[in-house]
């Protein structure tokens, strides 16, 4: 399921090796009906495959062939909370970064476009910056700064609209999972080489392509000598605080688990209002390592997030590990790639 | 290397043709009465010895300035900026436009070693800081490139009293200008947005 909405592996693996050992390609079919929010989107069926010979992909949604794959992401909303998702707390800012853009990218066609056109022309300034060496001139690397300007001022507004939508939801879910400090998050804007800024909530995506414009101005000739570019939204950070403390360096591991699955909450909430869908929810082994209060809060959150979220899948290696009371849960096992209801007969 | 290999060579080096399409064409021109290869062989020894860029605009011409720029009827105070000069024809084919062409000669691309100094902006904004000039439109593809170069001309001009325009998205993102069609490029051209 959570490939069919990314269109790529969750856990990052490359289409190839997914193929199973023998087999000259996959294919998996998801059909969704949505409800909640009116108008919802009609039920929609996406299919995705891929052939080991030609190494392509192949998506149809609602049986037509969509122009691009960027079209196709979002189709099917799910939401996925691994054990290495702790890593996007305790870990550096690139993979809050990459959370932000899946976050945003799958629930504003704008944040999309503008991701996508900053990406290629960061390639491309950094390319012409590495190019000064054989006499190409600062002219080249300039040049992108305008693009970059343009799309990199919305990546900056929309993060930090989003910020600003759910930190007191992300304050609300970490205290009901039982967390006693006030948790809090912000977003640190790379505006200059050396230091961070929080974003003014206040200021138009016109004034910020001007505060970018003139960063990557003030900053391109150390570029030239980094062969990168050292300020935008590629660099920017979510710091996710505690009691006013970096999770990062003073979180227990326990604290950062809940903060991750906390912000996968907040995604499922985000597409829920973008989509207007409640998404599945995917939960790989979840309680590793959290005590059987927090573990019980969790499936309460879960369960009385109203329509926030839609079906919810956990997946635990042994049956021990869900919390004893928890009954009314439908289980299945799965041995040898069959599923399998825990009677058996399905 | 026999005469053979030495043609199928050349035609290996045009875009969209691989080794096995160059060795056909190859084969199909030697079976050809032998006129046919000398017409050939005589037109591109023509295009080269003849056609230059327009002194003016940097379209391609015979003359030192091209039939569009000399063109008494068009309005030399609207110009139309193109990456390559095949663009002209698909805009001249839509038969809506009646103002002259800059022809930038590309987009910027530093992956393909392309930077503002290949290009030819800085003789736009010469033609432009010269005077009469009222509007530029830049109608550069609408690819990442596209619209770097057209911001990036857009700044170039920002200093000079005039309007700085950008085609509508009527192409397709990603398609290049001169495989729209005719109705395309004119919905684009008439719904075209002064840039800020
Ligand atoms: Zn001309």
């Given at each position: 399921m959570a490939y069919l909405h990314l269109l790529r592996s969750v856990r990052g693996a490359r289409d190839a090796d997914v193929v199973r050992f023998g087999e000259a390609g996959w294919h998996i079919r998801g059909e969704a009906s949505f409800g909640g929010i009116v108008p919802a989107p009609a039920a929609r069926v996406v299919a995705l495959g891929f052939e080991r010979g030609s190494r392509r992909k192949r998506v149809t949604v609602a049986g037509a062939i969509p122009r691009r794959l960027s079209d196709a992401l979002g189709a099917v909303p799910s939401v996925t909370f691994a054990p290495v998702d702790a890593e996007m707390v305790r870990g550096g800012p690139a993979a809050r970064r990459r959370y932000l853009d899946v976050t945003l990218a799958t629930t504003s066609r704008r944040y999309l476009t503008a991701l996508q056109a900053y990406r290629g022309g960061l390639l491309q300034r950094n390319t012409a910056l590495r190019s000064l060496a054989r006499g190409a001139g600062e002219a080249a690397a300039a040049a992108w700064e305008p693009l970059l300007a343009e799309s990199g001022a919305v990546l900056w507004a929309e993060r930090a609209a989003w910020v600003v939508r759910w930190g007191p939801e992300l304050a609300r879910i970490s205290a009901a999972i039982g967390e006693r400090g006030v948790v809090e998050m912000r977003h640190a804007m790379r505006y200059s080489a050396a230091s961070d800024g929080v974003c003014d909530e206040a200021a138009s995506p016109a004034e910020l392509a001007g505060v970018l414009a003139a960063a990557l101005?003030?900053?391109?000739?150390?570029?030239?000598?980094?062969?990168?570019?050292?300020?935008?939204?590629?660099?920017?950070?979510?710091?996710?605080?505690?009691?006013?403390?970096?999770?990062?360096?003073?979180?227990?591991?326990?604290?950062?688990?809940?903060?991750?699955?906390?912000?996968r909450i907040l995604e499922a909430g985000t597409l829920r209002l973008g989509t207007g869908a409640a998404p599945v929810l995917l939960f790989d082994d979840p309680f590793a390592e959290l005590d059987e209060g927090r573990a019980r809060a969790i499936l309460d959150v879960l369960g009385g997030g109203g329509d926030t979220v839609g079906q919810v899948i956990l997946a635990v290696p042994r049956a021990a590990d869900i919390p004893l009371g928890l009954t009314r849960l439908e289980r299945c096992a799965i041995a040898d790639g069959v599923v399998r209801g825990e009677d058996g007969d399905s | 290397m026999s005469a053979i290999d030495e043609l199928s060579a050349e035609f290996a080096k045009l875009p969209g043709i691989g080794r096995k399409t160059a060795l056909r064409l190859t084969y199909y021109l030697l079976k050809r009465p032998p006129e046919q290869g000398r017409r050939l062989a005589a037109a591109l020894v023509t295009v080269a010895d003849r056609v230059r860029t327009c002194e003016q605009c940097y379209n391609l011409t015979e003359d030192p300035v091209c039939s569009i720029c000399r063109d008494g009827r068009r309005e030399p105070s609207l110009i139309c900026a193109v990456e390559e000069a095949a663009d002209i024809g698909a805009i001249e084919r839509a038969g809506e436009f009646r103002g002259v062409y800059h022809v930038l000669g590309g987009r910027l691309s530093p992956l393909d070693g392309v930077g503002p100094d290949d290009l030819t902006v800085s003789q736009l904004v010469a033609r432009v800081a010269a005077g009469a000039v009222r509007e530029v439109i830049l109608a550069t593809n609408p690819s990442l490139e596209g619209e770097a170069t057209a911001l990036y001309v857009q700044r170039q001009l920002a200093g000079y009293p005039l309007t700085v325009s950008r085609i509508a998205r009527g192409i397709p993102v990603g398609g290049d200008l001169e495989y729209a069609d005719g109705v395309t490029i004119a919905q684009a051209l008439s719904a075209r947005r002064e840039m800020r």
């Open positions: 101005e003030a900053g391109r000739a150390g570029d030239v000598r980094h062969g990168a570019t050292r300020v935008g939204p590629h660099r920017d950070d979510l710091i996710l605080t505690l009691g006013g403390r970096d999770m990062r360096t003073y979180g227990s591991a326990g604290q950062q688990r809940t903060a991750a699955i906390a912000l | -």
